[in-house]
């Protein structure tokens, strides 16, 4: 858990223009991060904008995680900035809006002009490759992280004898292969190998199969 | 792969392959998970279950008789992959089973609970999957991947179920005496949840836990000497596997077996005894 200390300052020499201002900074997921957001000046008008005038309150807007505090920031302030998911990116975009008695590009008909400063990074590890599908609305479908649970097969049949295989072409130990025997009364026992799944019949030791059992099996095989 | 689209997660597992069929969610519900037993001789007027149907009606929990849904038609139990986790976080203990008919396409399942295991008003969420090609949603939009055989591998039309974990086995239990409580050496799982804040979203495939009827086959254990002996009831009324969702700060889900508590209506199996087929479970999140 690491705290990193990020200053942004707006130029002074810039105070008359709309600007953008960024910075990066990687983390983790329990990093936190100090920023301090700071508007450069050349009157004394346009500090004293920055002290007292409503409309220079910092303005958040947020992607993937939070800041504190959340109002009342003004240029000179300082927020911690936290993330909230891991393993993907954020965003803090704090937009503060200042004096000046001839803006370019500001606001019509006012003396306002706004600096906006961005602060971003990855939040752990992001992935190097994968696949990302978003419906209509915007919603992911698939994250590059995710796995598709797939069907591959079902086996239904009898198993002749002590023990018998499938063959499964591709199937492996590997953790990512899934089989289950879903059959009535079955004694069939079911281990995945390398490309088959091997079969074998319960052992019910000198007892023997008292109870009705059969050798019938109804294999559900996937992949997550 | 001689055919279609492939891709990776990060570290390496398959999302979409061009050879696997992605399900598709054919039904879903919410359900009170009862104990099975049908008849009308089972039950007191309120509904409750004598269990183990032989005219107790007290016990550990007297619980509703499981609901029966429909299987949709053209379905069988075979084609059909079920999907449940708790609605809620209400319950201390949420172990939960299925039976299905032996019917194909006009079969049914329920969700079920051990006899001890009281669920009183909180319920189940269920959903019901299979293979076919058929979108859920508007297909103007997004992405559909088929196999060479023409099934549908994705479709960003429909709900995906995002599988994280798989393990699988055949659940014992070690019935040391009637009224052991062990777990037995083989507990299938537990799955831990990858997304630890979203764990009242994680389904579990509950075909693993699959029963026909009252009882589940084992193999082993040996006869209680205090008991007689008898080979149609020994045991296997109460032998089954479940599986439990723990939903603590480090949610997981793993299946095993229930236990016999009454010597009366109990075990008359002694030491361990093995389920006699191999079931498996998988976790993840339908979004």
């Known amino acids: 858990m690491a705290t990193y200390t990020v200053g942004i300052t707006s130029a002074s020499s810039v105070s008359q223009y709309p600007l953008t201002t960024s910075a990066t900074q990687d983390i983790q997921i329990n990093d936190t991060v100090s920023l301090t957001v700071t508007v450069g000046t050349n009157t004394t008008a346009q500090a004293t904008s920055l002290t007292n005038e409503t409309y220079s309150v910092a303005v958040f807007t947020l992607l993937n995680c939070t800041v504190s505090p959340s109002s009342n920031v003004r240029s000179g302030g300082t927020v911690t900035v936290t993330p909230v998911n891991n393993n993907t990116g954020y965003r803090c975009e704090v937009v503060?809006?200042?004096?000046?008695?001839?803006?370019?590009?500001?606001?019509?008909?006012?003396?306002?002009?706004?600096?906006?400063?961005?602060?971003?990074?990855?939040?752990?590890?992001?992935?190097?490759?994968?696949?990302?599908?978003?419906?209509?609305?915007?919603?992911?479908?698939?994250?590059?992280?995710?796995?598709?649970?797939?069907?591959?097969?079902v086996f239904t049949g009898t198993l002749s004898g002590q023990s018998g295989t499938l063959s499964v072409p591709g199937i492996a130990s590997d953790g990512t292969w899934g089989i289950s025997n879903q059959a009535q009364n079955s004694l069939v026992k079911c281990f995945i190998g390398t490309n088959v799944i091997a079969l074998s019949q319960a052992n019910f030791g000198s007892a023997g199969n008292l109870y009705g059992g059969n050798l019938n099996y109804e294999i559900i095989v996937f992949r997550v | 792969?001689?055919?279609?689209?492939?891709?990776?997660?990060?570290?390496?597992?398959?999302?979409?392959?061009?050879?696997?069929?992605?399900?598709?969610?054919?039904?879903?519900?919410?359900?009170?998970?009862?104990?099975?037993?049908?008849?009308?001789?089972?039950?007191?007027?309120?509904?409750?279950?004598?269990?183990?149907?032989?005219?107790?009606?007290?016990?550990?929990?007297?619980?509703?008789?499981?609901?029966?849904?429909?299987?949709?038609?053209?379905?069988?139990t075979k084609d059909v992959f079920l999907f449940a986790k708790p609605s809620n976080s209400n319950q201390t203990t949420k172990m939960i089973g299925c039976l299905f008919s032996t019917s194909q396409g006009t079969g049914y399942f329920q969700i079920t609970c051990p006899e001890w295991v009281s669920w009183g008003s909180n319920t189940v969420d269920y959903k019901l999957c299979a293979i076919n090609s058929d979108e859920d949603e508007?297909?103007?939009?997004?992405?559909?991947?088929?196999?060479?055989?023409?099934?549908?591998?994705?479709?960003?039309?429909?709900?995906?179920f995002k599988g994280e974990q798989f393990?699988?086995?055949?659940?014992?239990?070690?019935?040391?005496?009637?009224?052991?409580?062990?777990?037995?050496?083989?507990?299938?799982?537990?799955?831990?949840?990858?997304?630890?804040?979203?764990?009242?979203?994680?389904?579990?495939?509950?075909?693993?836990?699959?029963?026909?009827?009252?009882?589940?086959?084992?193999?082993?254990?040996?006869?209680?000497?205090?008991?007689?002996?008898?080979?149609?009831?020994?045991?296997?009324?109460?032998?089954?596997?479940?599986?439990?969702?723990?939903?603590?700060?480090?949610?997981?889900?793993?299946?095993?077996?229930?236990?016999?508590?009454?010597?009366?209506?109990?075990?008359?199996?002694?030491?361990?005894?093995?389920?006699?087929?191999?079931?498996?479970?998988?976790?993840?999140?339908?979004?």
Request: charged share 10%.
């Open chain 2, 138 to 160: 508007n297909t103007s939009y997004g992405l559909r991947v088929f196999t060479a055989s023409g099934g549908l591998g994705f479709s960003s039309n429909r709900t995906n």
């Open chain 1, 96 to 153: 503060i809006t200042h004096y000046h008695e001839n803006p370019v590009g500001g606001s019509a008909g006012t003396n306002r002009q706004t600096k906006t400063f961005v602060l971003s990074g990855s939040v752990g590890v992001l992935p190097v490759y994968g696949l990302e599908i978003f419906d209509a609305n915007g919603n992911s479908r698939l994250r590059y992280d995710n796995r598709l649970c797939k069907f591959n097969s």
């Open chain 2, 167 to 287: 393990a699988y086995g055949t659940p014992n239990r070690t019935m040391t005496s009637t009224t052991s409580t062990n777990y037995g050496s083989t507990v299938v799982g537990p799955l831990y949840f990858d997304k630890p804040n979203e764990k009242a979203d994680y389904y579990c495939f509950l075909n693993g836990c699959a029963a026909y009827s009252a009882w589940q086959l084992v193999t082993g254990g040996s006869q209680q000497s205090s008991f007689t002996f008898n080979q149609n009831t020994r045991g296997i009324y109460w032998y089954q596997p479940y599986v439990e969702f723990n939903l603590s700060s480090t949610p997981s889900v793993k299946m095993y077996s229930t236990y016999s508590k009454s010597l009366a209506y109990g075990s008359y199996l002694g030491n361990a005894v093995d389920l006699a087929s191999t079931r498996g479970i998988v976790i993840g999140i339908f979004v």
């Open chain 2, 1 to 76: 792969m001689p055919y279609g689209f492939l891709s990776n997660t990060d570290n390496g597992y398959a999302q979409i392959d061009g050879e696997n069929l992605q399900l598709k969610v054919l039904a879903s519900g919410t359900v009170v998970p009862g104990v099975i037993g049908g008849s009308s001789s089972d039950k007191d007027s309120a509904g409750n279950v004598y269990y183990p149907f032989t005219g107790r009606s007290s016990g550990w929990n007297p619980n509703k008789a499981a609901v029966s849904i429909a299987i949709p038609s053209g379905y069988g």
